[in-house]
């Protein structure tokens, strides 16, 4: 596989960008000098325009080089404006081992201009208070898409503009029909919402609209590459600035053209420096949809939740789903987390001592192993409880509770040695450690090489404040 | 605007006929390409030279003097280039369960593995052989989810008539005979006994079988090395043989009777390569398959996903120490609390928020290239079998027969 990369981020070095940085080491970028900010420009952790000497007219040759240096593969798009604006694509890489994905996929959800305004009301707020915490982060939805199915102007502009009064999300206004888009721009004054979507038959309406209201646009040729990205290049050169790609999303049998697709595009983008094809993509999992009545609907969203996930995993920048019962949703934002999280991030956490709240000598004690994930669940149950605690992390290099155990990574000698060296027994008057649950096999040989009273825990950590409170004593 | 490309001979030529400034000429010196605004040309000739391949890349950013500015009337043309890869090498194939006319007792054998291509590029090349399921079957009580357990709580404790469940109606390719009751912290059974229950199983169904152990290395080589001496030539797959059992003593018996061995480490592909090479020693490399170990989805699979993804493309690039057919201990997604905790209503029912997290592990992993999945949800099962059939289906959509969705009363 050609591993060609066009302005490609490995054979970028900060020396590179350093050249053509203003050198002041003026430190407004809040870097100690242009050196180290270049060091953070090649790792894309802060923007080229946190040097405010660059911006200035004279400079403007030396930023448009580094702009032209930096440039990602798949071009960046924002949707709407202000705070909750949204941007799509700026993808650097194809494979999430090369380099951390960018802007993690966003995910609309619908409604239509034939529903009742309570509906449309309570489905927009529903999508804004969606919010799950994992691990330290909020999950949450992003965009509103408005679809006209009355194909009357009159009803999507009232729809969209009680849309726009209920919420700050931006939006997607779905119709293949230039005149009701535009009863919907005028609705959402200002708000760029993107526009969905140019066709082979409406491109030049939609591009005049999208020109017009300085709003992104959609272009879509369902199954056919090539009408794709004549139809983006017809755009571009119509005077399109933001162009997001919907190459077609197809459920089913038509899953293998739908994979195919996304992965053929952004191969292009990523590995064949194609511009065209370098552009945000946009899934529509609420294809699935389409059947409805023909299938129970839990099933229906059942569907669209795993296409969806595929989606995700298969370089979508931008999704439209239809369902949004918490249970199908939940997989799909815990795996959009996952796959855009920073690929090089450790899969343990230091070993050692983790004091929780203001424990005393009659706290309790337990231990877990080093992997990241099970601290942090573990962390954040004894934290969001508010339970005083000592918790001691065993190397377990890096393995899970059961695995560990399974896997002789998390083993009573080392459990036995992380008591001893965590300095524990000077912080507590009492000898009692509550294991995971999930390492009740073991806690008879800890007893025996620690001299700790092993008291067996909870199989999942959700259940240690309950524990403690109905069965911790000193 | 004009964008052109420097080369040591286009330079040489450029001189020749355009009088291009210093500075140009120093920037095309220190870059591949530099972008001229506002920049007029005029020429009664104009000769472009492009090195071959180069052209596709250059030409639809060319606009001609006159034409830039110009709003296009009717829809440009130009035709997308799939962009095919070749790679230097490809996956191996090992071959699964074994017919009476092989030396064994089932109705049918499974072949996994042998990608030319990464995970479904089927644009690039065929899949040849389907991805493929086993269900866990497990020899005594094993704490189980609500959602799993509702399906196969009448045969708990039996494994033949569990694995019957298995094949005939959740759709099970082979079925995983998990003997955990050897477990010296369990039952501590013989592994005499637990070979009574393969006998069972292997009667009860007539799917290959995969041999799972229970985790404690020295007890785990004893009972393969039982297992292996009283049904050779069965084509078992050894679940599993790791870095800290007897690995030579191991690949010598599994050798010996003819059986595949799924070697499993830790997520790091250095132990994966290690384990194979200790492997390659006594075993071919098509009695070999891989396990990088799976995490559930929101606890690791990230890291399972890129492993796999890496080995993968590694493979095909040539590197034969990871280029073997890979298995995912799929059931791991189970493991995850949001798979069966009783959360508040708005995430309910956990009767479908279970399965779906174990299919939505499953096809992430299966478009990292997993080969073989160990699962354990009837639902979940259909859905990657379903999926994996559509993806194989090699049939080209016409969008025309496809509803529009855009329109739709949802």
Not at chain 2, 85 to 106: D, F, H, M, Q
């Amino acid at each position: 596989m050609a591993e060609k990369k066009k302005g490609g981020l490995k054979e970028l070095s900060p020396i590179t960008i350093y050249k053509s940085l203003p050198k002041t080491n003026c430190k407004e970028c809040g870097q100690d000098n242009c050196m180290a900010f270049a060091t953070k420009i090649v790792n894309r952790e802060v923007d080229l325009e946190a040097c405010k000497p660059l911006l200035k007219p004279e400079n403007a040759k030396h930023y448009a080089l580094l702009k032209e240096l930096l440039k990602p593969a798949v071009k960046e798009v924002t949707i709407g404006i202000g705070d909750k604006a949204k941007k799509i694509g700026g993808k650097l890489v194809m494979y999430r081992h090369e380099f951390t994905y960018k802007n993690p996929t966003a995910l609309a959800i619908d409604v239509t201009d034939e529903m009742s305004e309570s509906e449309v009301v309570s489905r927009v707020q529903k999508t804004e208070n969606f919010s799950y915490e994992y691990i330290g982060n909020t999950l949450k939805l992003d965009l509103i898409a408005v679809r006209s199915t009355s194909e009357d102007s009159d009803k999507f502009k009232a729809c969209v503009k009680k849309v726009f009064e209920t919420t700050q999300l931006p939006l997607i206004l779905v119709t293949l029909n230039p005149a009701i888009a535009e009863a919907g721009l005028m609705a959402a004054p200002k708000a760029r919402p993107l526009i969905y979507a140019a066709t082979t038959t409406n491109w030049k309406e939609m591009a005049e609209l999208a020109i017009m209201y300085d709003a992104p646009l959609v272009a879509s040729a369902p199954n056919d590459l090539s009408a794709l990205i004549s139809l983006a290049k017809t755009l571009q050169e119509y005077g399109v600035k933001d162009i997001v790609l919907d190459p077609g999303t197809f459920a089913n049998e038509g899953l293998a053209d739908t994979i195919n697709n996304f992965t053929m595009l952004r191969r292009a983008a990523t590995k064949g420096g194609e511009e065209l094809a370098g552009l945000p993509l946009l899934g529509i999992p609420m294809v699935t949809w389409v059947n409805k009545g023909e299938l129970a609907d839990d099933l229906v969203k059942w569907r669209e939740s795993y296409l969806a996930s595929m989606m995700i995993t298969r370089f979508a920048d931008a999704l439209i789903l239809h369902g949004n019962d918490g249970w199908s949703l939940l997989p799909i934002v815990v795996l959009r987390q996952n796959i855009y999280t920073d690929p090089r991030k450790p899969v343990a956490v230091e070993p050692g001592l983790k004091v929780f709240g203001t424990p005393d000598e009659n706290s309790p004690v337990m231990f877990t192993s080093n992997f990241a994930l099970t601290y942090y669940t573990v962390a954040s149950d004894i934290e969001s409880s508010k339970t005083n605690a000592y918790l001691i992390v065993v190397d377990a290099e890096g393995a899970a509770i059961d695995s560990g155990v399974a896997g002789r990574k998390l083993t009573a000698e080392k459990i036995a040695e992380a008591i001893k060296t965590s300095g524990i027994e000077n912080k507590v008057k009492h000898r009692k450690i509550i294991s995971p649950g999930k390492a009740s096999r073991i806690s008879g040989e800890i007893e025996e090489l620690s001299g700790w009273k092993v008291l067996v825990g909870p199989r999942d950590s959700s259940e240690i404040p309950k524990y403690i409170i109905d069965k911790w004593q000193p | 605007m004009i964008t052109t490309t420097h080369h040591d001979t286009d330079k040489k030529k450029d001189t020749e006929g355009l009088q291009l400034s210093s500075d140009i000429l120093a920037a095309l010196a220190k870059f591949q390409q530099i972008e001229l605004e506002d920049f007029h040309l005029d020429a009664k000739e104009l000769e472009i030279l492009f090195t071959p391949g180069m052209a596709a890349q250059i030409l639809p950013k060319l606009k001609l003097p006159g034409v830039a500015g110009s709003k296009p009337s009717s829809l440009l043309s130009t035709t997308f280039m799939p962009p095919i890869e070749t790679y230097p090498n490809k996956i191996s194939t090992v071959k699964l369960g074994a017919t009476k006319s092989e030396g064994g007792t089932r109705g049918k054998t499974f072949t996994i593995g042998g990608e030319l291509s990464p995970a479904f590029y089927t644009f690039e090349n065929v899949i040849p052989h389907k991805p493929i399921v086993t269900l866990d079957v497990f020899d005594m009580e094993v704490p189980l989810s609500k959602a799993v357990k509702m399906h196969v709580k009448d045969v708990v404790g039996d494994p033949a008539a569990w694995a019957k469940l298995a094949v005939e109606k959740f759709g099970a390719d082979m079925v995983t005979m998990h003997l955990i009751s050897v477990d010296p912290l369990l039952k501590d059974a013989s592994p005499k006994e637990a070979c009574k229950t393969v006998e069972k199983v292997l009667q009860a169904v007539d799917v290959p079988l995969i041999i799972g152990g229970c985790g404690d290395p020295v007890k785990d080589t004893a009972l393969f090395e039982e297992v292996c001496t009283q049904f050779s030539g069965e084509r078992f797959l050894m679940s599993s043989v790791t870095l800290d059992m007897d690995v030579e003593k191991c690949a010598k018996f599994i050798k010996k009777a003819g059986n595949a061995v799924l070697a499993f480490t830790p997520m790091d592909l250095n132990f994966a390569r290690e384990l194979n090479r200790r492997l390659y020693d006594h075993l071919a490399r098509e009695d070999i398959v891989m396990d990088l170990t799976t995490a559930a989805l929101g606890y690791g699979l990230d890291y399972a996903f890129t492993n796999m993804e890496r080995a993968r493309i590694g493979g095909l690039m040539g590197d034969q120490e990871l280029a073997h057919p890979m298995s995912s201990g799929t059931t791991n997604a189970w493991a995850a609390r949001e798979a069966w905790l009783k959360m508040s209503a708005d995430w309910e029912p956990r009767e479908l928020r279970g399965p779906l997290w174990e299919v939505t592990t499953a096809l992430t992993l299966l478009l990292a290239g997993v080969d073989l999945f160990m699962m354990m949800h009837p639902a979940a099962v259909k859905t990657l079998k379903d999926v994996t059939n559509y993806l194989t289906s090699g049939k080209k959509v016409d969008p025309a027969n496809f509803a529009d969705w855009v329109k739709v009363r949802a």
